[in-house]
């Protein structure tokens, strides 16, 4: 297993599967970045399709912009989650909080503790 694999399975894991299916409703996994390598997107670009594919009341709401773009984009179209993961674009930073409404889970993605 490769090193990207491992830290996609990692993230996977990382969500609360227990949670997840206990939930009735829909649960609404919410990132707020520079769509860029560093930040870890490649990774989220791997995991998204599998926890939808485990939890069909898993929906992503992704706010950001930047050169990763085009492969979330990408991975959406392939997959067909148009329905499950929506694409804000450019979030300011005065707009976060109202992006982060009462979320249900929220990740950190990053390379490096300071990115």
Do not use: W
């Not at 970045?33 to 926890?51: F, T």
């Not at 959406?76 to 976060?96: A, F, P, T």
């Amino acid at each position: 297993m490769c090193v990207r694999e491992s830290r996609s399975l990692s993230l996977v894991q990382s969500v609360s599967h227990e949670f997840l299916d206990a939930r009735q409703s829909i649960v609404t996994i919410v990132v707020v970045s520079r769509l860029v390598y560093r930040k870890g997107i490649d990774l989220l670009i791997d995991v998204i399709p599998e926890i939808c594919k485990r939890h069909a009341n898993v929906e992503f709401l992704i706010g950001g912009d930047g050169p990763m773009r085009i492969a979330l984009e990408e991975m959406r179209e392939k997959h067909q989650l148009h329905d499950r993961v929506e694409l804000l674009g450019n979030v300011h930073n005065k707009e976060v909080r109202n992006v982060r409404r009462p979320i249900d889970h929220g990740e950190r993605l990053s390379r490096c503790p300071s990115c």
